[in-house]
């Protein structure tokens, strides 16, 4: 590819658009980053979504290109496990792997996020921030964003990749374009965040290397820890139906005696259970299927905006991690910029298909089978 065709422009600047804008900075590309929200390392990083995420061993790989692993790694919390809490019995650990070598991270999405937009910007990348894209005219090269101030402004590309996430705009500009046939499966269950705060000592107040799931049937709650000495525990329950649900349990009131039946260790655990309760926002599950992930050599999706998915496998952002290493590569081994967004498609959306699915499948093995003693049976013999 010419010098002159090795510019792209990104938008969004989360997870996967600070990675990718890394990987392809990092090796002699010119890239723009576009992100609606403000600079994160300025004014505190405005989430959104999950608090935490765990980061499995797909998504260091991707972050081991980049040269950011140690950064991460430096805050992040070990989890050998699920340590569950039934409703009858004791509670207990059921580890990943035979040992310490095969585990999964807890990592703060800002912290994450913000050693990523740093390690971009290290690597040449420019960032643009509080540019929302708002629309793209193809056959002009025109993409036109919004800024925080209100005001409209233009700017020229070459190549866009759009890393905006769920309700990605740049998606919405390219349908015209070409046959996506979106497809939005919403999940009939959503979440709400908790917090476990530290002990009045500043420890943690449970196990702190474990994913914890308090597994309940058609509903469970999680909690991943912080290096804070926190936990972010999420309540995940059916919208509609029998109780419970979000629409029967509303009030902060409903809250405490949904906890008092069903989550009665968790619950002198989670100290502010009633203000968050009704504080915080309950958020969407979807997952989100397309025939086609590019427009010829000028756009191209990736992370949630080509594949989101239900967060039950934990693999959203290390599938979307996985994208970006495989972009870069094809970028750099086709002539063409059409040939490579292609060929990225042909290679990752069987394998993001694949892990839809096991998101979606393994919803109901947390919330119904982990604590279940002929499952564990069988699993301990598949593991022996
Ligand atoms: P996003 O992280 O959504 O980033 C998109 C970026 O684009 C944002 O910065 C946004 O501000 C910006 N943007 C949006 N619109 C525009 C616009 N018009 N113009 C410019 N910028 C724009 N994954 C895991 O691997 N492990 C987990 O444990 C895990 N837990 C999860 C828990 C929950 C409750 C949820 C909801 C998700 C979880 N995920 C997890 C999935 C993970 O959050 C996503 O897969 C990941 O964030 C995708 O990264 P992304 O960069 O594609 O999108």
Request: glycine share 10%; net charge negative.
């Given at each position: 590819?010419?010098?002159?065709?090795?510019?792209?422009?990104?938008?969004?600047?989360?997870?996967?658009?600070?990675?990718?804008?890394?990987?392809?900075?990092?090796?002699?590309?010119?890239?723009?980053?576009?992100?609606?929200?403000?600079?994160?390392?300025?004014?505190?990083?405005?989430?959104?979504?999950?608090?935490?995420?765990?980061?499995?061993?797909?998504?260091?790989?991707?972050?081991?290109?980049?040269?950011?692993?140690?950064?991460?790694?430096?805050?992040?919390?070990?989890?050998?496990?699920?340590?569950?809490?039934?409703?009858?019995?004791?509670?207990?650990?059921q580890r990943y792997g035979r040992?310490?070598?095969e585990?999964?991270?807890?990592?703060?999405?800002?912290?994450?996020?913000?050693?990523?937009?740093?390690?971009?910007?290290?690597?040449?990348?420019?960032?643009?921030?509080?540019?929302?894209?708002?629309?793209?005219?193809?056959?002009?090269?025109?993409?036109?964003?919004?800024?925080?101030?209100?005001?409209?402004?233009?700017?020229?590309?070459?190549?866009?990749?759009?890393?905006?996430?769920?309700?990605?705009?740049?998606?919405?500009?390219?349908?015209?374009?070409?046959?996506?046939?979106?497809?939005?499966?919403?999940?009939?269950?959503?979440?709400?965040?908790?917090?476990?705060?530290?002990?009045?000592?500043?420890?943690?107040?449970?196990?702190?290397?474990?994913?914890?799931?308090?597994?309940?049937?058609?509903?469970?709650?999680?909690?991943?820890?912080?290096?804070?000495?926190?936990?972010?525990?999420?309540?995940?329950?059916?919208?509609?139906?029998?109780?419970?649900?979000?629409?029967?349990?509303?009030?902060?009131?409903?809250?405490?005696?949904?906890?008092?039946?069903?989550?009665?260790?968790?619950?002198?655990?989670?100290?502010?259970?009633?203000?968050?309760?009704?504080?915080?926002?309950?958020?969407?599950?979807?997952?989100?299927?397309?025939?086609?992930?590019?427009?010829?050599?000028?756009?191209?999706?990736?992370?949630?905006?080509?594949?989101?998915?239900?967060?039950?496998?934990?693999?959203?952002?290390?599938?979307?991690?996985?994208?970006?290493?495989?972009?870069?590569?094809?970028?750099?081994?086709?002539?063409?910029?059409?040939?490579?967004?292609?060929?990225?498609?042909?290679?990752?959306?069987?394998?993001?298909?694949?892990?839809?699915?096991?998101?979606?499948?393994?919803?109901?093995e947390?919330?119904?089978k982990v604590?279940d003693?002929a499952f564990l049976l069988q699993r301990q013999l598949e593991l022996a």
């Amino acid at each position: 590819m010419s010098m002159s065709a090795r510019h792209i422009t990104i938008i969004g600047g989360g997870l996967a658009g600070a990675l990718l804008a890394t990987l392809l900075a990092q090796r002699g590309w010119a890239v723009d980053v576009y992100e609606k929200r403000g600079d994160p390392r300025v004014h505190g990083y405005a989430g959104g979504r999950s608090i935490n995420l765990a980061l499995a061993e797909r998504g260091r790989h991707a972050l081991r290109q980049a040269n950011v692993d140690d950064a991460v790694m430096a805050k992040a919390v070990m989890m050998r496990g699920r340590f569950v809490h039934p409703l009858h019995g004791e509670p207990g650990l059921q580890r990943y792997g035979r040992d310490d070598s095969e585990v999964i991270w807890s990592v703060s999405r800002g912290e994450l996020n913000i050693a990523l937009l740093d390690a971009a910007q290290a690597a040449g990348a420019r960032l643009h921030f509080d540019h929302g894209l708002e629309r793209v005219d193809f056959d002009a090269g025109l993409a036109h964003f919004r800024q925080a101030d209100g005001v409209g402004t233009a700017r020229p590309f070459h190549a866009l990749v759009g890393a905006d996430g769920a309700g990605s705009a740049l998606r919405g500009q390219m349908a015209p374009h070409v046959a996506l046939n979106e497809r939005t499966e919403w999940l009939d269950h959503g979440y709400k965040e908790l917090e476990i705060p530290p002990t009045a000592d500043g420890d943690f107040r449970i196990e702190p290397n474990a994913l914890h799931i308090w597994p309940r049937g058609h509903y469970m709650c999680i909690a991943l820890p912080n290096d804070e000495r926190t936990f972010t525990v999420t309540l995940f329950m059916p919208h509609g139906g029998e109780y419970p649900c979000f629409e029967l349990v509303k009030t902060a009131d409903q809250a405490q005696a949904l906890f008092e039946r069903d989550f009665a260790d968790a619950l002198p655990l989670i100290p502010n259970l009633r203000r968050d309760y009704e504080a915080n926002p309950t958020g969407m599950l979807a997952t989100l299927y397309l025939d086609r992930w590019h427009l010829d050599g000028r756009a191209v999706l990736i992370g949630d905006a080509a594949h989101a998915m239900v967060p039950f496998h934990g693999q959203g952002m290390n599938c979307a991690f996985e994208d970006c290493v495989a972009l870069a590569n094809h970028l750099g081994g086709q002539d063409s910029l059409e040939d490579a967004f292609a060929a990225f498609e042909a290679q990752r959306k069987p394998d993001a298909e694949a892990i839809q699915q096991m998101a979606l499948e393994n919803y109901i093995e947390m919330r119904d089978k982990v604590d279940d003693s002929a499952f564990l049976l069988q699993r301990q013999l598949e593991l022996a």
